[in-house]
């Protein structure tokens, strides 16, 4: 059974900070999704990824298989960014396992 | 970028009621979707997979009679929550596969009261 987990649980930070979240995962996987989820319940997929490294604006996603661990990084931090983000692995079956969520707080 | 839409977004019943929670893929096909349950502070947790014209497959635990799936179209999978119970209050949140693009698109969730 492949575990997802993610640290910190709980992250804190000023405005503008560079912020990393991580994930790792005990089991070999077929894609690594990032997402975002807000107050209102409402999931975001940022990112899918397999290998190296993906950006969109002012995130970042990057996957090392051999250590099966990725990271999330968000620079110049806005208060906008505050919500839950989550990982998810996938095997060829599509079926997501999910970890337990970030939880970010960027304070003005 | 694709839209997965849900509705209704909240709905509160009385227990022994039946809800049909719709989800809907609007610019893409989905021939497979995915139904999950978030309970508050939990993860998301997959319900079932839904496949287009045939069968949804449940995970363990989910009992298949209380929450019936039907995928009858490319971009149509309804959920019906049964004789509903306040136990069964929950955020449902679907998904749905692009093949095209080999990714999956969350729809915005449905809150389900049951008093």
């Known amino acids: 059974k492949n575990e997802v987990e993610q640290s910190p649980q709980n992250l804190t930070a000023q405005e503008g900070e560079f912020i990393t979240i991580n994930c790792s995962y005990s089991?070999?996987?077929?894609?690594l999704h990032w997402l975002q989820q807000h107050p209102g319940g409402g999931i975001v997929s940022l990112f899918m990824?397999?290998?190296g490294k993906k950006k969109h604006g002012r995130l970042i996603a990057t996957i090392n298989i051999q250590e099966k661990h990725s990271s999330l990084h968000i620079t110049a931090s806005h208060p906008r960014d505050s919500a839950v983000y989550i990982c998810?692995?996938?095997?060829?079956?599509?079926?997501?396992?999910f970890g337990t969520g970030t939880r970010l707080t960027i304070i003005p | 970028g694709a839209v997965v839409s849900q509705h209704p977004s909240r709905v509160i019943c009385k227990s022994g009621t039946s809800v049909k929670i719709e989800c809907r893929s609007l610019?893409?096909?989905?021939?497979?979707m995915f139904w999950y349950r978030q309970f508050p502070k939990q993860s998301l947790m997959l319900m079932a997979t839904?496949?287009?014209?045939?069968?949804?497959?449940?995970e363990q635990g989910v009992e298949k009679d209380k929450f019936l799936i039907n995928h009858a179209s490319l971009t149509l999978s309804t959920l019906t929550v049964t004789s509903a119970h306040p136990e069964d209050s929950s955020f449902y949140i679907c998904?749905?596969?692009?093949?095209?693009?080999?990714?999956?698109?969350f729809g915005p969730g449905t809150r389900l009261l049951v008093l």
């Open positions: 089991v070999g996987i077929s894609a």
């Open positions: 839904s496949n287009e014209g045939s069968k949804a497959t449940y």
């Open positions: 990824l397999s290998s």
């Open positions: 610019d893409f096909q989905a021939t497979t």
């Open positions: 998810a692995v996938s095997f060829g079956n599509e079926k997501l396992t």
């Open positions: 998904s749905a596969r692009d093949f095209t693009q080999e990714t999956q698109y």
